[in-house]
């Protein structure tokens, strides 16, 4: 099974992808492995969720948290399945449920909050995909939305960085998968 | 460098939208004539000047600040865009030019035969709408199976190919796809709506309302668009009409089969929509008069002024149906450099677009820099000065004082003569000839 993106590696990939200097130094603190950060000036900065939002706004890209207020909060709260759901589990069976909320909710979404990219995509990929490399050309048919999503996001200038790319069968392979 | 020019269209042309989108994408600078004074549907199009550069006479057209000259919404729409909207592989750039054709051959047609008698500008027939309305279930149909695992129509991002199929899309889902209908396609609705929601998207559409309630066939409407229709068709705007009409008489006329010809209806009932809801015609209260303005123009543009226009004017002018004035800028000791004085002509020519087919004169600027004066000689509908008919007329005119003169007077006979040919003494001017703006 592909080992998980997490703490550190993950924010210093979505660094990259803000386009910031880089040079932080990630610690992780307790049983959960939750990544920290100690700021120059200012407290140490605790969580996934905390650390990437300071990130964001650091590189002057706010846009990523959400424009309007029903939008920051629909990224809040993909931030924070993200962080409770996704990390939290990791039976096959909470794969399957993970998988399937998602795929309900992106049935008639492209992103997952509002109608532009924004973190909640970015974590979101970076928490999936040790997931999806390992899922079946049956299980991403079964997955439409998620995969269709997926491979969107990963095709997402500046995202994927050395990651593997996941490959997506765009055409039906499985008529009767549903 | 980035694209920058003039797009020519009328207003809330879809069209034109994809130029437009493409621009927002691209950064392509385009500055939109689509409204009086500057471009008169119709008309503005219909110029010789426009016509040299476009020989159709069709909108949108596109003229580049450098000179460049291109119409047909999609070829103005590729010349705008980035390598990525076009495609970047010899593949993208086909799969782009696929859906491109796409619209336009297979959304395009059955979309116009569809919504338009619903918009009131097209005859319903029910046999024709039933078949419409199959050949959109169809092609929907072909849009969601290929948008299931897609989320743009070619590659991973926002295309041409995308922004044309939704502008293609528009009107059918603000007018006629209810949620019943577009129910079974939720992945082009999901593709549709986000595409909307881009920021690119919505700098030129702005906020789009799916429909709610699949419209019907508006008769009422019908009616009041059929009766601008027939309108426009009066005299004199005939002679203008008459390059369009030909090609159409050509053809047999049709049964009670009233399958419009895609491209070609469409474009008529684009104009009818287009046409904003005619303002009254200021000049409506005068007897119809047998001099025809318009053929007079065309002598003046096409031939010798001396020799045919002017012979021509005297044969025809009708002194009952019109009038002819002398003009004097009031404030000449203001006049400073003669390019801002000409400005000042062609400004206010330009403020009165709208009585081009009322009028016509020759306005000439004298002397040279800061000792200068305008005059000119003006041939108007009625006997009144038209200029008090409608507010837009009225900025400039109270900055001349107006004589009218006699037709039959041999002064007037000199002042016309001088004025239309830019030639003679001039001698009431007392300062020499320095260049005339023609408004016609």
């Known amino acids: 099974m592909a080992a998980a ?12 992808l803000l386009g910031l200097p880089g040079g932080n130094k990630y610690g992780v603190q307790g049983e959960r492995k939750v990544p920290v950060l100690q700021t120059n000036n200012g407290p140490g900065l605790r969580g996934l969720m905390t650390i990437a939002a300071h990130l964001v706004r650091q590189a002057r890209k706010d846009q990523l948290l959400g424009s309007t207020a029903e939008e920051k909060a629909v990224v809040q709260q993909w931030l924070e399945y993200r962080v409770t759901r996704v990390n939290g589990g990791s039976s096959k069976e909470d794969t399957r449920t993970i998988l399937k909320d998602l795929n309900m909710h992106l049935e008639d979404k492209v992103y997952l909050a509002g109608n532009i990219f924004t973190l909640a995509d970015i974590l979101m990929y970076y928490g999936l995909h040790h997931i999806m490399v390992d899922l079946t050309v049956q299980e991403k048919e079964k997955y439409l939305n998620v995969s269709r999503w997926f491979n969107h996001i990963q095709h997402y200038p500046g995202v994927r960085q050395h990651l593997s790319d996941v490959v997506f069968v765009k055409n039906r392979l499985y008529t009767n998968a549903h | 460098m980035a694209v920058s020019g003039t797009l020519y269209t009328y207003p809330e042309n879809w069209r034109a939208f994809k130029a ?4 927002q994408y691209s950064g392509a600078r385009l500055r939109v004539l689509s409204a009086p004074p500057h471009f008169t549907f119709g008309h503005t199009n219909r110029s010789p000047q426009f016509l040299k550069k476009f020989p159709l006479g069709k909108v949108p057209a596109f003229e580049g600040d450098d000179g ?3 119409f047909e919404s999609n070829a103005i729409a590729y010349y705008v865009s980035t390598e990525e909207l076009r495609g970047s592989t010899p593949e993208a750039a086909a799969a782009v030019l696929q859906w491109v054709n796409f619209a336009d051959s297979d959304v395009v047609p059955p979309a116009s035969t569809w919504v338009f008698p619903t918009l009131g500008i097209l005859h319903y027939n029910k046999q024709a709408t ?3 309305k199959e050949e959109v279930r ?28 939704v502008c293609a899309l528009l009107w059918l889902y603000k007018q006629v796809l209810d949620p019943a209908f577009r129910g079974p396609f939720g992945n082009v609705t999901r593709w549709f709506l986000t595409c909307l929601n881009q920021p690119e998207f919505k700098a030129v559409l702005g906020e789009v309302q799916l429909c709610q309630r699949m419209a019907q066939f508006d008769a009422k409407k019908f009616a009041e668009s059929q009766a601008r229709k027939e309108k426009d068709k009066e005299p004199p705007k005939k002679g203008d009409k008459g390059d369009k009409e030909p090609p159409k008489k050509e053809k ?12 070609e209806e469409l474009d008529e009932c684009e104009q009818v929509l287009a046409a904003e809801p005619k303002a009254k015609d200021p000049f409506a209260h005068l007897p119809k008069s047998p001099f025809v303005l318009d053929e007079f123009k065309r002598k003046y543009s096409n031939e010798d002024t001396l020799s045919v226009a002017l012979p021509h004017f005297w044969e025809h002018f009708d002194r009952e149906g019109w009038s002819l004035w002398y003009c004097q800028y009031r404030y000449p000791e203001e ?3 003669t390019f801002m004085s000409c400005n000042l002509i062609t400004g206010m020519f330009q403020r009165l677009d709208k009585l081009r087919k009322n009028a016509f004169a020759s306005v000439v600027l004298f002397g040279k820099d800061h000792d200068s004066s305008i005059s000119g000689v003006w041939v108007m509908r009625g006997q009144e000065l038209a200029f008090t008919l409608c507010p ?3 900025v400039d005119y109270e900055s001349y004082t107006w004589r009218k003169l006699d037709p039959d007077s041999a002064e007037c006979r000199s002042l016309v003569a001088e004025y239309f040919t830019w030639e003679g003494e001039f001698r009431h001017v007392g300062k020499p000839f320095n260049q005339g703006k023609i408004f016609k």
């Open chain 2, 392 to 394: 837009d007329w009225q």
């Open chain 2, 130 to 132: 039933e078949v419409a």
């Open chain 2, 20 to 23: 437009l989108i493409a621009a």
């Open chain 1, 5 to 16: 993106v997490r703490g550190a590696e993950e924010l210093e990939l979505l660094e990259r």
């Open chain 2, 138 to 165: 169809k092609v929907l149909g072909v849009l969601d199976g290929h948008l299931r695992t897609r989320t743009f129509l070619v590659g991973e991002r926002v295309s041409l190919a995308d922004i044309s199929l």
């Open chain 2, 252 to 263: 047999p006329p049709r049964k009670e089969e009233k399958r419009p010809q895609p491209e």
């Open chain 2, 68 to 70: 460049f000259c291109v």
């Open chain 2, 335 to 337: 006049l400073s450099q």
